[in-house]
Each structure stands twice: as structure tokens, then as C-alpha cells.
């Protein structure tokens, strides 16, 4: 027994399987939602009668804060990714990620990020400006709580977990799609993951640049965001490129279940299919296009208010493509009305009420009177909550039988939907109707009129809230004691329903191949037709051909991850948890023994990836277009560096915005030595150099000069970072920022940063300079040299652009 | 060529840009076009590395792509801020 439950712990905590990891994200996020759902409903009791003092104002916005925060970024994505990680590699044919090893590392540094984000409650106070964090009230002045930092440290850890997480699915859905699987063939959800992942790669790090740029601003004193050369809009245009692209990361997965839904309970293909995903890139090209509609009215100057007015109405056009095409589907249906289904059609309901709300703010003037009131909460709950929560859930209860081998109880799933969808109604609708109240208050009084309705949409919160203990009663009883499900209840047509329920560790057997005519072939078994592609409507059952099991759940277990994100997590609190050092302008002071805790762990953790053996086999005879001569880790890290490359861009994209808005910026030579920057420039030149020759020396079995040319890579590295720590001092002891704050602010922050990226790359140096000393890379092996190589020459790059920016203009 | 060569050849360019690029000033004087020619040098260097140290011009265009695709929406943030703060007013 105690053997049993050991190796249960085992499994949960060290997992690697995607299946596993899947069930955790979703398990996560379904308490955090539980959790941020208490929250809302406390609100929504504090006003629903004027003038209650149930809250304070204090304790109210950091209720909103905390409520937005962990329904974004910690409820609404994590659950759609605890479906991607479950279901995409079965759609797609693909024994599991092309990293497993990294997603054990996403998972755990999610769990800490949503752990600290809660714990920020109990510093003083949690962040409380509204999910947005507008500056400049972030600035310490204005906001001293270490609360604060915290929050702004778990949104830093969510980012980084969640780059990871794009680099892994992108990979995976662009190179391991099972043979004949074309991207044109994919399923609607899976469809949908890519394009929400490509706008995730690139949203993200402009989100992890900014609140970096915030964090440092409140922890070392920089004034990016208090200055007014950078301030509100400074932060505006950084958080908004990625805040509007962001509504549409956590509505798509939620609109690809839709589109596999209705099209499996209508027993018809989805009508205009390739419309359909037509429309979705081009809502993922112009997500990117349409954030100044957020700053109507900062003063951004009329161009941009009309350029941002187009594509923001532009971008409303392929959503209709979208809604027609699911109504198209089920024109003439025999549609049969299960509680996915009933999810589904909810769902595209209320995307239709929020939707066209949303145009109404494109236009300036109507957004200048309705913007920040309870008509912008309302449509933005039916997006987020009536379309993508609704559409979620009946994601929930269409994949519950392949997850859990088990139906669910039907009866209480459809009264869920109906008392959901009431409730929904009751709560969201008198907002619209609410155009006149601001939204954050925390109370108003009598005479406003407001009082009715509020307590009506309090009603409807308690009667949605309450309807969700009936589905979390309903999963949970029917994971227990449910009848079993068998492989296709719904007699679906993507892959995993071809498996049995659940599927097997390992997935396949034997890895099905996409024939021409659109049925499944497994190995020399019977092909089966498939409706997820571009031929007529059949139905899979293909748990005969799958036999036998050859691995288990508790296959590449590893303690590893979970002590590196507990190593971050320590590190963090201790980076944000100090007392107050001085008022103002830098509030806290680092907590050096739990700082010094983290790195220890971090250590160790390191120590032990690096003697792990963590061997992926990459197959050859995969779908793997466009990138099929590109193998997995190197498409990875150029994916990664297409990420870094967004998150340097805003760096610099925030020192042009600052400095161009500065007619007072210190001439060239004046503040930083240009013979300092010059031969910064020529030792990490001569490195790349040095590095390039590794490789070299490596490919022609020369061990002797790969150690000369790692060990020159290495001392030239800490050579830059000695000249560097130099200037910081320097500059530091003349009290330059007293003098230049904002030029200091740019310098310390973007060559701080640079800094730190040289660093973990003379980690790996170090790593790399251990193994060729025992004889590694010399005999054939040398691809880890190579993609050390990309990282370091594009450490090199950004510094190509530093330089000019800093020493000489 | 020997690669080792096109490693060194490829070194002394980006060594005699960066000596070009401190000396700039004296030969433009006009800061516009200095600034532009700068950040113009930076630029070749840039590639440089990318193409040969990365190996990015041995690559398939698939991933020359991938790296573009970056780069243009790096460029659209910069762009549209830029229009923000200059543009209209």
C-alpha cells in the first residue's frame, strides 16, 4: 500500500507524460477558477445594495486585480493548454511532445508563478490597479506594497513558463504530425492551438519585457514608467501589444472546440472549413495591429486613432466568417443536443452579443463615453466568460470520457447548461445596461439609480457561480464511479477518438499514417475514414488495432523540475519580499538569505538536469512540412530566439520611445565611455569568433583545439561581463542617476539584462567546456555545440545594436 | 573555401565595421543621417553573424522565414509607437 501510493506521489509530482501533465494543468486551473470565482462573488455582493461596506477599497481592487489576473492568466490558458498538452499530440498522431522534458518544467513553473500570485495577498497587499496595471500609479510612489512585487514576480515566472510552452507545441505541431497528416488536414481545435501559440511566441515576451521593465522600475529604482518621457504611454503601448493579442489568445481554443463540437454533434463537416482557419490567422495577423484602440483617449494623435479605428473593425469581419460558417454547419442537421453541444451553441451565443459590443468601442466616439464603465465589463465578461469559459467547459465534458475512460451524468450536465446560461444572462446583461457607472468602484450611492440592476447581476453571479459546484460534483463523481465511456462515445472523427479511453501511456502502438483518400492507417491494419480531413464523414473505431502496452506512466520520472521552479520561486520571494530600505525611490531591499536558498537550489537542480539522460527519438518518416530538413531542437531554439528577438525589440523599442521623446538626452561620450563600449564590442566579437571555432574544431574531431576554443569563448565572456560590471560601478559611485535618470534607467535595464543573458550563456560554456575536457563532441555529436552556438551568436547580435545605442548616438 | 578562412574573413569585417562605426561621426556629421548610417552598419553586422556564424544562409528558407517573421513584428511594435508619438499631433 505504501509502495502504491509512493509511486502515485511519484507520478504526479515528476510526471513527463503529456497525458498527465494535461490532467494537471486542468486540475490547476479548475481550482484557481474556483478561487477567482470567490473573488468576483464577493464583489458582486459588496454591490449589490449602495453603499455597502462589506470591502474596503483597498481589499475591493485588489479583488478586481487579483480576480482578472488569475481568470487570464492562470484559469482561462492553462485550461486550454491542460486540453492542448491531453489531446494535440493524439490529434496529431505524435507520441508526446517534442520536449517532454520541457513541459515538466512549464507546468511547475505555472503551479509556483499562480502559488505566489496568491501569496501576494499576504505581503501587505496584493496588486490591486486592475489586470491592466496602469501606469504611472504602479510606480512605488503611488503603490508601495511588496504584495505588489510579488504579483508583478509571479507574472515574470507565468511568462517564462509560458514561452517554454510555445516553443514546445510549435515544434510539435509543425514537426511530428503523423504521416500524411498535411497542416491543411489538421482538426479545427488543433487549428487553433497553432495559431493561439504563434500569438502567444510573440505576445508574451513584449509582456515579460514590460513587466520586467515595471519590476525594475519598483525594486531598483529605475523610472521608466514615472518619467514623463516614457510613463502611462510608454506602458500603454507595451502592455497593450500584448494585451489585445492576449483576448484572442484565450478565446481561440475555446472557438477551436466550438468548431470540432458542433460539427461532430451535427454529423456534419464544418461548412467552409478552410475559411474557417482562414479567418483565424488573419484575426491572429491583425491581433497584432489593433492594441491603440485601448488609448483612444491618450493623445495618440488622430493617424493613429484612425488607423487603429480600421483594423479594429477590420479584424470583426473574419469573426463573421467563423460565426456563419458554424451556423452553415448546422443548417439541415440533425443536431444531437448533449451537453458539449449545448456548451458550444451557448458559447457562440454570447461570442455573438460580446462581439458586436466590441465594435461599438472601435468607434472613437462612442468608446469615449463607454470606455472604462460597466458596458466595456460586460462585453468583455461575454468574451471571456460567455464564449471562452462556456466553450471550455463543453470541452471539459467532450474530452471527459478520453480522459478519464468514463461518461459523465448527461441529466446533470444539461441542467449545469441551463442554469449556467441563465445565470450568465442575469449577471452580464443589466451591465450593458450600466453604461453610466464606472467600473472599480467599490461602492455608489442611492440616488445613481444603479442599485436594481446591480442586484440583479448579483443574483445571476450566485446563480452561475452556484451552477458550477453542479459540474465539479458531476466530474468528479464520474470519474469514480461513471459507466465506462468505450474509445468513441460521440462517434467522433479526429485521432485520439481512435484510441482507447484512456489512451495508453505511450499513445500509439504504431503510428498512424493520413492516407490520400482521408482515412487512418495503422501499420498493416484496416485504414479508417476520417472526418477531421478533407473527404466524406465516417466514423473511426480503432481500439482493435492498438495492443498491448510496452510502457508506463512512470517512465522518464524526474525530480528536477519541481525543485528548479520551487529554486525560482524561492528566489523571487526573496528578490521581493524585503522590508522597506528607504521610502522612495527604490522601496525594498533584496532578502539576500532566501535569494542566496534559490540560487543554492537552482544549483543543484542544474547539476542534476545535466547528468539526467533525456533521449527523445525524432522520427523520420513524420509530417514535417515546412521545416522538414530542420531538425526538432534547432527549429526549438531559433523559435526561442524568434521570442527573444520581441522581448530585446521592446527593450529598445522602450529606450527609442523614452529617448525620442527627450529633447534633453546627454550627447555621445558624455555619459558612457565609448572606448569602454568599443572594447566590450571586440571581446564579445572575438567570442563569437571563438565559439564558431569550437564548432569547427568539434566537426573536425579536434579536441584539443574545441577545448582551446570553449575555454577562449568562456574567459572572453567573463572578460566582457568584468568591463561591464566595471562601468556599472563607475557609473553607479558618480550618482548618475540623480543627473540622467532616464538615460541611466535605459542603460542599466536593457545592458542589465544583456548582462544577464552572456552569463547564463558562460553557464553553458561551463557545462559544455566539462564535456569536451572528457572526450564528448569530438566523434560525430557535436549538435548541442551548435546550438549553443545560435544562443551566444544572438547574445552577440543584440550587443551589435547596444553598442551604437548607447555609446554612440 | 576553408570554412575556418570564412570564419576569419567574416571576424575582420565585423571588427573593421565596428572601427568604421566609431569613427562615423566625423565623416557625417549631419546626426540624422549618422544615426541612420549607424544603425545601417549595425544592421550588415548583424547579418553578418546571422548568416555565417548561425549558418542561417545554409539553412532552408523555411527558417530564414521563421527568423523574418520576428524581426517584422519587433519592427511593427517600434513602427506604430513611432507613429504614435510623431505622427497627427
Partial sequence: ?809 | MNTNYLYLIIFAALIGETDIEVNLSSIIPAYNEYVTVLLGIAGTKAILIAMFYQHLRYEPKSLSTWVIVGLVIASLLMGLSFVQLHVGH
Avoid at chain 1, 484572442?248 to 475555446?254: G, K, N, T
Avoid at chain 1, 537552482?602 to 531538425?631: A, K, N
Fill in chain 1, 1 to 809: 500500500m505504501a509502495e502504491e501510493l509512493r509511486a502515485i506521489a511519484r507520478r504526479w509530482l515528476y510526471t513527463t507524460n503529456h497525458k498527465d501533465v494535461g490532467i494537471l494543468y486542468l486540475i490547476t486551473s479548475i481550482f484557481l477558477f474556483a478561487a477567482a470565482g470567490v473573488l468576483a462573488l464577493t464583489m458582486r455582493t459588496q454591490l449589490s445594495v449602495p453603499g455597502n461596506t462589506l470591502l474596503t477599497a483597498d481589499i475591493y481592487n485588489q479583488f478586481v486585480t487579483v480576480h482578472g489576473m488569475l481568470m487570464i492568466f492562470w484559469v482561462l490558458s492553462p485550461l486550454a493548454f491542460g486540453f492542448a498538452n491531453f489531446i494535440i499530440p493524439l490529434q496529431i498522431g505524435a507520441r508526446d511532445l517534442a520536449f517532454p522534458a520541457t513541459q515538466r518544467d512549464e507546468l511547475r513553473f505555472f503551479l509556483f508563478s499562480g502559488v505566489m500570485m496568491i501569496l501576494s495577498f499576504f505581503f501587505g497587499a496584493a496588486p490591486d490597479l486592475g489586470w491592466t496595471l496602469y501606469s504611472p500609479q504602479t510606480a512605488s510612489l503611488f503603490t508601495p506594497t511588496v504584495g505588489f512585487n510579488l504579483g508583478a514576480g509571479a507574472l515574470i515566472l507565468m511568462t517564462v513558463s509560458i514561452t517554454m510552452s510555445s516553443v514546445n507545441f510549435l515544434v510539435t505541431m509543425l514537426k511530428m504530425r503523423a504521416p500524411g497528416l498535411k497542416l491543411r488536414y489538421m482538426s479545427a481545435f488543433s487549428w487553433a492551438i497553432l495559431i493561439t501559440i504563434f500569438m502567444m511566441l510573440y505576445a508574451f515576451p513584449s509582456f515579460l519585457a514590460a513587466v520586467v521593465l515595471l519590476y525594475v522600475d519598483r525594486a531598483f529604482g529605475t523610472v521608466y514608467f514615472s518619467s514623463i518621457q516614457g510613463g502611462s504611454l510608454l506602458w500603454d503601448n507595451v502592455f497593450w501589444f500584448f494585451g489585445h493579442p492576449e483576448v484572442y489568445i484565450v478565446l481561440f481554443p475555446a472557438l477551436g472546440i466550438i468548431a470540432d463540437v458542433i460539427p461532430t454533434f451535427a454529423r456534419r463537416p464544418l461548412h467552409g472549413r478552410k475559411y474557417v482557419i482562414g479567418a483565424m490567422v488573419v484575426v491572429a495577423m491583425l491581433s497584432f495591429a489593433v492594441w491603440g484602440h485601448h488609448m483612444f483617449v491618450t493623445g495618440i494623435g488622430i493617424v493613429s486613432t484612425k488607423l487603429y479605428t480600421v483594423t479594429t473593425i477590420a479584424i470583426s469581419l473574419p469573426f463573421d466568417v467563423m460565426i456563419i460558417s458554424l451556423i452553415e454547419t448546422l443548417g439541415m442537421s440533425k443536431l444531437r443536443l448533449k451537453a458539449p453541444a449545448l456548451f458550444a451553441l451557448g458559447a457562440v451565443a454570447n461570442f455573438i452579443v460580446g462581439g458586436i459590443t466590441g465594435v461599438f468601442l472601435a468607434s472613437v466616439a462612442l468608446d469615449y463615453s463607454l470606455r472604462g464603465t460597466y458596458f466595456v465589463v460586460a462585453h468583455f465578461h461575454y468574451l471571456m466568460v460567455g464564449a471562452s469559459i462556456i466553450g471550455l467547459i463543453g470541452g471539459l465534458y467532450y474530452w471527459f470520457p478520453k480522459i478519464t475512460g468514463r461518461m459523465y451524468n448527461e441529466k446533470l450536465a444539461k441542467i449545469h447548461f441551463v442554469i449556467s446560461m441563465i445565470g450568465f444572462q442575469i449577471l452580464y446583461f443589466p451591465m450593458f445596461l450600466l453604461l453610466d457607472m464606472p467600473r472599480r468602484v467599490v461602492t455608489y450611492t442611492p440616488d445613481t439609480g444603479w442599485g436594481l440592476l446591480n442586484l440583479t447581476a448579483t443574483l445571476g453571479g450566485f446563480i452561475f457561480g452556484g451552477a458550477q459546484l453542479l459540474l465539479f460534483y458531476n466530474l468528479y463523481r464520474s470519474s469514480r464511479v461513471g459507466p465506462p465511456s468505450g474509445p468513441n462515445p460521440w462517434e467522433a472523427w479526429t485521432l485520439e477518438w481512435a484510441l482507447p479511453s484512456p489512451p495508453p501511456p505511450h499513445d500509439f502502438d504504431v503510428i498512424p499514417t493520413f492516407l490520400a483518400d482521408g482515412s487512418i492507417r495503422f501499420g498493416s491494419g484496416p485504414s479508417l475514414p476520417n472526418g477531421a480531413g478533407h473527404s466524406e464523414i465516417g466514423y473511426p473505431n480503432g481500439s482493435s488495432v492498438l495492443v498491448g502496452s510496452s510502457s508506463s506512466h512512470l517512465e522518464g520520472l524526474s525530480p528536477w523540475p519541481i525543485l528548479m521552479a520551487f529554486a525560482a520561486f524561492i528566489f523571487f520571494l526573496g528578490l521581493t519580499i524585503g522590508k522597506h530600505a528607504n521610502p522612495q525611490p527604490v522601496s525594498y531591499q533584496p532578502f539576500w538569505p532566501l535569494i542566496a536558498d534559490g540560487v543554492i537550489l537552482g544549483v543543484i537542480s542544474l547539476f542534476g538536469y545535466s547528468r539526467e539522460t533525456f533521449t527523445v527519438h525524432e522520427d523520420t518518416h513524420v509530417e514535417s512540412w515546412p521545416f522538414r530538413q530542420v531538425p526538432n531542437m534547432k527549429l526549438g531554439i531559433w523559435t526561442f530566439l524568434g521570442a527573444e528577438v520581441i522581448f530585446f525589440g521592446v527593450l529598445i523599442g522602450s529606450y527609442f520611445f523614452v529617448r525620442t521623446n527627450d529633447a534633453a538626452w546627454p550627447q555621445a561620450g558624455t555619459l558612457f565611455d565609448i572606448r569602454n563600449g568599443f572594447a566590450m564590442t571586440l571581446v564579445l566579437l572575438t567570442s563569437s569568433l571563438t565559439a564558431i571555432m569550437a564548432l569547427a574544431s568539434a566537426r573536425a574531431g579536434n579536441r584539443s583545439g574545441l577545448i582551446a576554443s570553449l575555454g577562449g569563448t568562456l574567459v572572453l565572456g567573463a572578460a566582457f561581463l568584468y568591463i561591464k560590471a566595471g562601468e556599472w560601478f563607475s557609473l553607479g559611485a558618480s550618482n548618475v542617476f540623480q543627473n540622467y535618470s532616464l538615460p541611466a534607467s535605459s542603460y542599466f535595464i536593457t545592458t542589465g539584462t544583456h548582462g544577464v543573458h552572456v552569463f547564463a550563456g558562460m553557464c553553458m560554456t561551463v557545462y559544455l567546456l566539462a564535456n569536451a575536457i572528457k572526450g564528448k563532441y569530438v566523434n560525430g555529436d557535436h549538435t548541442t555545440l551548435e546550438h549553443f552556438g545560435l544562443y551566444w551568436h544572438f547574445v552577440d547580435i543584440v550587443w551589435v545594436f547596444l553598442f551604437p545605442l548607447f555609446y554612440l548616438i
